[in-house]
């Protein structure tokens, strides 16, 4: 099985493309995510998957974070052998357990789509469990709504220092995304009078027109601030070409419902012990 430098992002780009046109996936978006000190890539133009591990202490984890079987190969086991090399490769790093989905901060989907009947089917036959599930929900990129009074909305820029601090303070766990978000100027940033940030969105971490992460500080909700942060990504992504966006891994389905959000897409994750 070959390692990452065998397969370049354009390449993996053509075999998604090829096996799962839907996704849109870019070779961008690919190598953001499948490429780094923690990831590694196996396979070839013809199959790959792509793997992160992460240590929690002494225990250690790694995340599927994309399996791709062009069609002309798939029905063969060329699935389960990917499969088969991560595991070994995991192992390989002291990972003591294999999950699919969910890889955050870097992640393409949270998880298997709930339609990919393959793909369920094989992560099953492979002794996966199931362990949890997401949702996306879509909304149309006509959504507008009033930003409150003393609320000004603005794209984060610079070091991001609000938007930043406001994620240590309450999501810690969101900080690498909303960094990126600033990086790529798709961080809006919600102040107060003062000048505080009082709320953020991201959208276009790692997917075009996927929104998340988003919060408003606990001591500022109900008050409109994620409703118009809400309207401001979606303009964005209106400028963008885009006529819907997809609101990603949803938490609080109904704040996105009260905005005309449906769900779009359900997704399963999947574990197995090494």
Do not use: K
């Amino acid at each position: 099985m070959t390692v990452g430098s065998d397969i370049t992002p354009d390449q993996l780009a053509a075999l998604c493309a090829s096996a799962m046109p839907d996704e849109g996936l870019t070779a961008g978006e690919l190598l953001h995510v499948c490429w780094g000190d923690d990831r590694v890539l196996l396979g070839d133009e013809r199959g790959a998957v792509g793997v992160s591990v992460r240590r929690f202490g002494e225990f250690v984890a790694t995340w599927m974070l994309l399996l791709v079987v062009h069609p002309d190969e798939q029905r063969h086991g060329r699935a389960r052998a990917l499969i088969a090399a991560a595991e070994q490769w995991a192992r390989e790093q002291g990972s003591r357990r294999m999950l699919v989905g969910g890889a955050v901060p870097w992640y393409l989907w949270p998880g298997v789509d709930a339609f990919a009947t393959p793909a369920l089917a094989c992560f099953e036959a492979a002794g996966y469990d199931i362990c949890g599930d997401g949702l996306n929900m879509a909304l149309a990129s006509g959504y507008t709504h009033a930003t409150p009074a003393g609320v000004v909305l603005e794209h984060e820029t610079g070091d991001g220092a609000g938007t930043i601090e406001l994620c240590r303070r309450v999501w810690p766990h969101w900080e690498d995304e909303a960094a990126r978000a600033i990086e790529l100027g798709t961080c809006i940033a919600a102040r107060n009078a003062d000048g505080g940030t009082v709320g953020f969105g991201c959208h276009g971490v790692c997917r075009r027109g996927w929104i998340g992460p988003m919060g408003t500080d606990p001591d500022q909700q109900h008050g409109g601030v994620g409703s118009a942060l809400l309207a401001a990504l979606v303009a964005d992504i209106r400028a963008d070409g885009l006529d819907r966006a997809q609101i990603s891994w949803v938490g609080p389905v109904g704040f996105y419902a009260s905005a005309g959000a449906v769900v779009s897409r359900s997704f399963r994750l999947f574990q197995r012990n090494l």
